[in-house]
């Protein structure tokens, strides 16, 4: 069974001077549960190769590795599964390329939503943005965070698990986690921080308080 507490979503753009494999790295010695691949901004062969890296620290880790978006890399990258948004392979798709035991999780931010990707069979759901954030070019501006409430009508509205995502901090983590959800995933939160190890582990202390 999977733990959900602390999600890193990679994206190595905002890492600094520092590249994805040695931000996971610090976040698997700092506690992370759950490590998802992204890297938007970078072609296919380069996630594919930054993936091997990856791969190998999860592998050796027992944390479970999800890319995003593409199911062709993860399947090439031997990946736990897959997250999938509004534009990507629908989740039964997803389930039949990439087997019975893989984790497939889905991008949602309404209650409709949400319950028609639990009924596709998606094993968790990323809800969001809660908060807004500057890591994704269309949900920088406040209009489109959904905020607690709407989360906590999410979570009460199916039986799979519940991440919240978007502009969560170690100041906030502790609201979604009230509001219901299962964990936290976070972009900068971790990647863009001076220790990426401390940030992490703090983000896990506040998540376990909060419960």
């Known amino acids: 069974m999977t733990d959900w507490d602390v999600y890193l979503v990679t994206q190595e753009s905002l890492s600094g001077d520092r590249t994805t494999p040695e931000i996971v790295e610090a976040a698997i010695d700092g506690g992370v549960d759950v490590v998802q691949l992204r890297e938007k901004d970078v072609n296919a062969r380069q996630r594919y190769e930054m993936g091997r890296e990856v791969r190998e620290l999860t592998r050796e880790a027992g944390v479970p590795l999800i890319v995003n978006d593409r199911v062709d890399l993860a399947l090439a990258l031997d990946a736990d599964g897959v997250h999938l948004g ?3 392979l629908p989740v039964p798709v997803a389930r039949d390329l990439l087997g019975e035991d893989a984790i497939v999780g889905r991008s949602v931010s309404v209650v409709a939503d949400a319950r028609a990707a639990e009924a596709a069979g998606a094993d968790y759901l990323g809800v969001g943005a809660i908060y807004a954030t500057g890591s994704k ?17 999410i979570v009460e509205a199916v039986d799979v698990p519940v991440v919240g995502i978007g502009g969560i901090t170690a100041g906030n983590a502790g609201e979604v986690i009230e509001a219901g959800a299962d964990g936290v995933a976070v972009i900068t939160e971790i990647t863009g921080a001076d220790d990426p190890e401390t940030a992490t582990r703090t983000l896990g202390h506040v998540v376990a308080e909060a419960r």
């Open 86 to 88: 509004d534009e990507d």
């Open 137 to 153: 070019d269309d949900i920088d501006d406040e209009e489109y965070a959904i905020g607690t409430d709407r989360l906590s009508d």
